[in-house]
């Protein structure tokens, strides 16, 4: 069984979208956590609409982990809120992909969800710096890991005190105990951090987080001022 876990914090916008392209998939042995860190909107009903189970989240290292702790799946997938499956064979393919080539962590390529040209360009920037260092310093971002379950609990996680980039300290702590690849497929993500924050602020906080990470670790202070969760507005990207 796959377990997919999906940290929550006021995503009534977003997560229908989510969901509903999980429940149009043609793979079926899954269930969803939901981990909500007490929203005040419609999030959690949204989440039990759908069939999905709701437990009690936090930020989403904190999320994740409470999320995976209350699964069954040999196989575990964290999505965040915000992004959607693009095919109904997506799972399937994912998944086939993943054990054909006996991964242990995987992600995906991304893609942006909107027409702008600087997103594409970012985006494939992206791209073309994770695949590079794949062998050296894995990135898999935290809105799409694919791992199995006895390498998730092998680790203990993600490292909960980290306040920015704790995926990338769990897929480079994953990838000294197991197989890490990245899989063919591409996952469309939205773009919203860029419009809330400003695309030269993001990047360049990610930057100086990357360099920070190389010379001391994940940041277990809050230096880059990480929020989690997104005012309501009428940008649904």
């Known amino acids: 069984m796959l377990s997919i876990i999906i940290p929550t914090y006021n995503e009534e916008q977003l997560l229908p979208r989510l969901l509903a392209s999980i429940k149009e998939q043609d793979y079926c042995d899954y269930e969803i956590i939901v981990a909500d860190a007490a929203s005040s909107d419609r999030t959690p009903a949204i989440a039990a609409e759908f069939g999905a189970r709701v437990v009690p989240g936090g930020l989403p290292p904190v999320g994740r982990n409470r999320g995976a702790a209350t699964t069954t799946g040999e196989k575990i997938l964290f999505l965040d809120a915000d992004v959607v499956l693009p095919r109904r064979d997506f799972l399937s393919s994912a998944i086939q992909e993943f054990d054909s ?137």
């Open 101 to 237: 080539r006996a991964l242990d962590i995987a992600t995906c390529r991304v893609d942006p969800i909107g027409d702008k040209k600087i997103d594409k360009l970012f985006h494939w920037f992206y791209n073309f710096y994770t695949a590079c260092l794949a062998s050296i310093r894995p990135h898999a971002p935290g809105f799409c890991i694919l791992v199995r379950r006895h390498l998730h609990e092998k680790l203990g996680g993600f490292d909960e005190e980290i306040k920015l980039a704790e995926d990338q300290d769990y897929s480079q702590r994953a990838a000294k105990l197991g197989q890490f690849g990245f899989l063919s497929e591409y996952l469309p993500v939205s773009t919203r951090r860029f419009e809330r924050d400003g695309r030269l602020n993001v990047i360049f906080k990610y930057v100086i987080c990357e360099f920070y990470m190389m010379l001391f670790g994940g940041p277990k202070s809050d230096i880059f001022k990480y929020r989690f969760g997104y005012p309501k507005d009428k940008t649904l990207k």
